[in-house]
Nanobody, 121 residues
Framework: QVQLVESGGGLVQPGGSLTLSCTAS????????MKWYRQAPGKERELVAI???????YKADSVKGRFTISRDDGENTMYLQMTRLKPEDTAVYYC???????????????WGQGTQVTVSS
């Protein structure tokens, strides 16, 4: 099981910026996707962004134009660069890794421990 470690959360004012990191315990091979989720207290977990092994990305409409997902394979790390943060971005952010088989089924999935992002003045 791949271990994921998240970092970079904290308190930031509205309009500010923050970058989250998610580092895997080793190099990830084959078809896979790394994702950022977030969850606020009392709310459902929300998918924020995805980046796959080919570098293709997806972002939720709520963060398009403000957040950027990227990866550095040499460092086994995924990043979420967040700008123009809003109070509604406040949540615990979790990174996720899913490995896929040839039939596109998930054959392994890992989660980070979560990092708190608070956007408040």
């Amino acid at each position: 099981q791949v271990q994921l470690v998240e970092s970079g959360g904290g308190l930031v004012q509205p309009g500010g910026s923050l970058t989250l990191s998610c580092t895997a315990s080793g190099t990830i091979f084959g078809a896979h996707a790394m994702k950022w989720y977030r969850q606020a207290p009392g709310k459902e977990r929300e998918l924020v962004a995805i980046i796959n092994n080919n570098g293709r990305t997806y972002k939720a409409d709520s963060v398009k134009g403000r957040f950027t997902i990227s990866r550095d394979d040499g460092e086994n790390t995924m990043y979420l660069q967040m700008t123009r943060l809003k109070p509604e971005d406040t949540a615990v952010y979790y990174c996720n890794l899913a490995k896929y088989g040839s039939d596109f089924s998930v054959i392994e999935e890992s989660w980070g421990q979560g990092t708190q992002v608070t956007v408040s003045s």
